[in-house]
């Protein structure tokens, strides 16, 4: 069985026991993540699709711990003015594993 979930404005395709970054800053207390906004459930039987979202439908995570996105290096040059400047970017992100979908 397998769900596409929304989260932050990203879609994710998931199932039991896969590990997901999302846009979420990482809190040492919270343990445990539930997915509302559900777009499909499908994998056994007919699919639910939802129109936006399927009703009643949640997905469960727990959270393993913070993760960091790949550098971003911006480097910014303007000819013959001298002008250089190089900025860089990692975005943090938090790791959930999957523990199960709930139709």
């Known amino acids: 069985m397998y769900a596409i979930i929304e989260d932050s404005g990203r879609q994710f395709k998931v199932t039991s026991g896969d590990r997901i ?5 990482y809190d040492e207390n919270e343990k445990n ?8 459930v ?3 039987g007919s699919p639910k699709l939802g129109i936006p979202l399927v009703g009643g439908a949640t997905v469960t995570a727990d959270v393993v711990g913070p993760a960091h996105g ?3 290096d911006i480097q910014k ?4 003015k001298g002008y250089h400047k190089k900025i860089g970017h990692r975005q943090k992100y ?3 594993r999957i523990t ?3 139709v």
């Open 70 to 72: 790949p550098k971003i």
């Open 94 to 96: 938090t790791e959930v």
């Open 42 to 44: 499908a994998g056994e």
């Open 33 to 40: 993540v539930t997915f509302d906004r559900v777009l499909l």
């Open 77 to 80: 040059y303007k000819r013959r």
């Open 21 to 25: 970054q999302i846009d979420r800053p």
């Open 100 to 102: 199960g979908i709930n």
